[in-house]
């Protein structure tokens, strides 16, 4: 592995509250050092960043890769590939697939699938109840020992109260997060999108914001009875993000998220029944976009996370009704972030950063997010003013399901590092090969 | 083809108050044509229509086909039970099917909330919607405003809707026309079956039958579908009759005789008393004749029907 040296970049590092020009050397696949003028060893690639911004690489803890169950959707290492491409270095799979990861063996096919792949890291997620049928626990242990990071019956919450608070304390022991999808289907089922005006007008059955709140309250609730650590997926809603602030405020650990999407639709995307605009929890309304942006901002909302949700066309070519939920973002993301956030001063350039890398890396306890001496050689180098196209037809994910096709975004990745290799360079062809059905 | 209402039928949310006017006027002559001991025109010779129906259906189905065989089109019926549905055939397929046979309009009713702009973003034939989930049934709408014309201008008339607005397309389909030409419209119900946000679409709630029926000058009844009981939005039909039921009792007490619509089909003894439904202010008969002409109206206005209206609705079946 020859030596990087990335030369003259507005290196940000909010782990060391770095914002400055600078280089930055990578060796033996780590951080060898960050600074002003450092040679290049013999055989070094230089690539020549000035003008343009180097990062810890992006961390997501919340993406579907569809392996196990539906490789024609997606595979880890189409996963992974797209995750280069969109900056990401590090990316936590969630366990509903077929079968569920919900035992040491299925954890374990993901860590070599995602290291014969190579581009990002792909940590798994084990599930919390065996198939995730919110009944019998998982075992944290075995799933932790094969490479597990954290644990979630993502897709639906953790069905009881009872597993809930099990669950917190059992975590405790090995010190992860239980992260919750916060949905009560009593109030949810058969829903399609945000219950509001506009479901009415469109005639389709509404999902409320109550249906997430109820859960947020009663996992806070649990949090305070056993000390564990709830990280809240996917928040959408108002209520939401004021109960977790107060949470917070208590001096509870929960930590939360929030997508990309949330952060900048609502649900009048559903107009004209677009089904890619459909996803689980939905798009709310502009007061909850106007909450979720106030809590990224006083760090409510820790971090952004993509819940990167492929699906086949055929199945978003259908009524809205009978579409499933999800969209695809490991390669919108930050041009999204730096585009409505960062621009419009919701964010300072840094402050994205510590929620895109840093923050989310410190919740599962990833050794990235940093760009300290000896920290594992994950960069984004990316170009903050440059504009491009969203064009889903050249996504390196092997689906195309974005409700932002089209769009006119600011910040391009131009190169990712994972573990001191190229992942990705701009311009790569978008036939991403896929290692793992070779 | 495209005249006065565009390439389709998909709602009222989407036509301007004098696209409705017109074809409301455009009902008129064909109201007539009904009457007729020989019920046939050629304005729609040559055309040829499927009504594609994914739900089952008697009135609107038949009403349109009639209204089609009245003018003369063509018609081919599809159910969705023994049709190609029930082996897995997706609603894009289907679409592409029949756009393939060169059909001209499509009649579609369909479970699913935006069928009818699915279908018609992706055929070039137009697509009438017959009722897509809970969104819309403009031709029930349209009939619905035809009826309420008959007896009174619908500008500044109180149209209170009663029953289960969540559920009801036909309630949206109303509401949207009904404002459109400048009525006031009100909704009654539990607010178990009252949609969120139903008041941004500027109408009034009721939160009592009795308010209601002190208000308005017409009720339209919806039906309530014995799966509402089941799904819990409300105890029972029992009850449900006893707090919100339209009864001669309740009618008595209001200032004004009130008109009294239904979609059909009705519950009687569950949102409709039998002595209301049958009764002298009831115009629930004269919807169903209405039905036929307005959606005349709408398949000759769509198939790109000559404003002269008068000469074609003339013309007799001998020529």
């Given at each position: 592995m020859k030596p990087i040296l990335i030369r003259g970049a507005r290196v940000v590092d909010p782990s060391v509250g770095r914002d400055e020009v600078a280089d930055i050397l990578l060796e033996g696949g780590v951080v060898r050092g960050v600074g002003r003028g450092l040679g290049a060893p013999d055989g070094a690639a230089v690539l020549d960043a000035a003008g343009l911004v180097a990062a810890p690489g992006l961390v997501d803890l919340h993406v579907h890769f569809r392996e196990p169950g539906r490789e024609d959707v997606e595979t880890?290492?189409?996963?992974?590939?797209?995750?280069?491409?969109?900056?990401?270095?590090?990316?936590?799979?969630?366990?509903?697939?077929?079968?569920?990861?919900?035992?040491?063996?299925?954890?374990?096919?993901?860590?070599?699938?995602?290291?014969?792949?190579?581009?990002?890291?792909?940590?798994?997620?084990?599930?919390?109840?065996l198939g995730q049928k919110g009944e019998q626990m998982a075992e944290f242990g075995e799933l932790i020992a094969a490479g597990a990071v954290a644990v979630s019956d993502d897709g639906k919450a953790v069905a009881t109260a009872h597993l809930m608070r099990t669950a917190l304390e059992y975590a405790l022991t090995f010190g992860i997060p239980v992260i919750d999808h916060c949905e009560d289907v009593t109030l949810s089922h058969g829903g399609a999108m945000h219950e509001g005006v506009t479901s009415t007008r469109l005639g389709l059955k509404g999902i409320p914001r109550s249906a997430e709140d109820v859960i947020v309250a009663r996992d806070i609730t649990l949090t305070e009875l056993t000390g564990g650590h709830v990280h809240f997926a996917h928040v959408s809603t108002a209520g939401a993000v004021r109960m977790i602030r107060e949470a917070k405020a208590r001096g509870l650990l929960v930590t939360a998220e929030a997508t990309p999407h949330h952060l900048t639709l609502t649900d009048a995307a559903c107009e004209g029944y677009d089904t890619n605009a459909k996803m689980n929890p939905p798009l709310r309304e502009p007061r909850d976009l106007a909450a979720l942006r106030a809590g990224l901002a006083d760090g409510t909302i820790d971090c952004v996370a993509t819940d990167h949700a492929p699906h086949h066309y055929d199945a978003k070519e259908a009524e809205f009704d009978n579409a499933p939920f999800g969209v695809v973002g490991l390669e919108t993301a930050l041009g999204l972030a730096v585009t409505e956030l960062v621009e419009p001063g919701i964010l300072s350039l840094p402050a994205l950063i510590e929620r895109m890398a840093t923050r989310p890396a410190q919740i599962v306890h990833l050794p990235a997010g940093t760009l300290a001496p000896g920290a594992p050689a994950d960069v984004v180098v990316f170009d903050p003013a440059a504009e491009w196209t969203v064009e889903p037809a050249r996504f390196f994910s092997k689906s195309r399901n974005t409700p932002f096709a089209g769009r006119r975004l600011r910040g391009l990745v131009r190169w990712t590092v994972v573990g001191g290799r190229l992942a990705h360079t701009l311009g790569d062809p978008p036939d991403a090969p896929d290692r793992s059905t070779a | 083809m495209s005249g006065a209402l565009g390439k389709d039928l998909l709602g009222l949310e989407y036509l301007t108050a004098d696209q409705i006017r017109r074809i409301l006027d455009t009902a008129e002559p064909f109201k007539e044509i009904s009457e007729r001991a020989i019920k046939k025109v050629p304005v729609l010779r040559g055309k040829t229509i499927v009504n594609l129906f994914f739900e089952a259906s008697t009135r609107t189905r038949i009403s349109f086909e009639f209204a089609e065989k009245r003018l003369s089109a063509d018609t081919v019926n599809v159910a969705a039970s023994g049709s190609s549905v029930t082996k897995g055939e997706t609603l894009v397929d289907t679409a592409r099917n029949l756009e393939a046979?060169?059909?001209?309009?499509?009649?579609?009713?369909?479970?699913?909330s935006g069928a009818a702009k699915f279908l018609a973003d992706r055929i070039e034939s137009s697509v009438i919607n017959a009722g897509d989930g809970k969104h819309e049934h403009p031709t029930q709408g349209l009939l619905d405003l035809l009826t309420i014309r008959d007896h009174r201008p619908i500008e500044g008339t109180k149209v209170c809707i009663v029953g289960d607005v969540l559920h009801s397309r036909v309630a949206r389909s109303n509401i949207w026309g009904l404002l459109k030409l400048g009525a006031e419209v009100a909704v009654c119900g539990p607010r178990s079956l009252l949609p969120l946000g139903i008041e941004e679409l500027g109408v009034c709630c009721f939160r009592r039958v009795e308010e209601a029926i002190e208000w308005a000058d017409v009720l339209n009844v919806l039906r309530l579908q014995l799966e509402r009981m089941e799904a819990g939005y409300i105890p029972s039909l029992r009850e449900y009759y006893r707090v919100f039921g339209v009864t001669v009792e309740r009618l008595e007490k209001a200032p004004r005789d009130l008109l009294i619509l239904h979609p059909g089909p009705m519950n009687r003894g569950v949102e409709i008393d039998s002595r209301v439904a049958d009764g002298p202010h009831s115009v629930i008969l004269g919807q169903v004749t209405n039905g036929v002409a307005v959606r005349m109206a709408v398949l000759y206005l769509l198939a790109g029907g000559n404003p002269d209206l008068a000469e074609a609705a003339k013309g007799g079946a001998d020529r």
């Open positions: 880890i290492a189409t996963g992974a590939r797209a995750a280069a491409a969109g900056g990401f270095t590090s990316v936590c799979a969630m366990p509903n697939t077929d079968p569920v990861t919900d035992n040491q063996a299925a954890v374990g096919f993901i860590v070599s699938q995602a290291r014969r792949a190579g581009f990002a890291r792909v940590y798994p997620i084990g599930a919390v109840s | 046979m060169r059909i001209d309009m499509v009649v579609m009713r369909h479970m699913s």
